[in-house]
């Protein structure tokens, strides 16, 4: 069943002489649980996509479909519930609210959202992202990997229909960044999340099921393949 269906997505900048299509004419379907990489040199579209699925931006022309809802026909209010409850989204900059610890940071999505926390699944996510040890840090008390292993676990915590992580591992060194690839394989494992992750290296897209190449805007390939299973936490 696809969770997320793109149809004929446009987006442009300027006008005329100035006109850049960054996504032209891109259409293609994620089915649930499954972990997507889109790759593709710096300007390619690849982030753009990823700002208008996670309904940060606003497309040109075309659909996005998210649950059989077009989330560009609802209205500003419950576009920002959508963002909230149905997107989990882990960026290169962690955004953490420096004056919040570490649980305060990783609740506070569903406490804006008045949501009841799943504190079982909490405790679950704690185990597998190592992270018991620091639930009353601050962030300035961390190390990159592990605010980054506290954003996911924000992004996660609403139980959102897809993950979106655009360059998740852009700041962090070689070590760290295949740590975080790691756990996104076990939570798509283990939890059937469904992941969309941009990235700009190779290696790090090869650990997907599945890896879209865009190039000038256009969706220039898209395969699927074998990926060798990962240890479950």
């Not at 990489?37 to 040109?60: E, F, W, Y």
């Not at 420096?98 to 999505?109: D, G, R, Y």
């Amino acid at each position: 069943m696809a969770i997320l269906s793109v149809e004929h997505l446009v987006k442009e900048y300027g006008k005329k002489e100035t006109l850049v299509k960054a996504l032209d004419d891109v259409s293609f379907s994620v089915e649930e649980g499954e972990f997507v990489a889109i790759v593709g040199a710096s300007g390619s579209g690849k982030s753009t996509l990823l700002h208008l699925i996670g309904g940060v931006d606003k497309p040109t022309g075309g659909k996005v479909v998210v649950k059989n809802q077009d989330i560009y026909t609802l209205n500003d209010k419950n576009l920002s519930k959508y963002r909230r409850e149905e997107v989990g989204l882990i960026y290169q900059f962690y955004n953490l609210i420096p004056i919040l610890n570490v649980e305060e940071n990783a609740k506070l999505p569903l406490l804006l959202g008045k949501k009841k926390v799943d504190e079982q699944f909490f405790n679950e996510l704690l185990e597998i992202l190592k992270l018991k040890e620091y639930l009353t840090f601050l962030p300035n008390q961390l190390s990159g990997g592990t605010q980054q292993r506290v954003a996911i676990l924000r992004a996660l915590l609403t139980h959102p229909a897809i993950v979106l992580a655009d360059e998740a591992t852009g700041n962090l060194d070689s070590a760290n960044s295949l740590e975080i690839i790691n756990l996104f394989s076990i939570l798509n494992e283990k939890y059937k999340q469904t992941i969309i992750m941009v990235t700009h290296d190779l290696n790090l897209a090869n650990r997907a099921k599945r890896i879209i190449t865009i190039k000038d805007g256009k969706i220039v390939s898209d395969v699927k393949r074998e990926v060798e299973n990962h240890d479950i936490i």
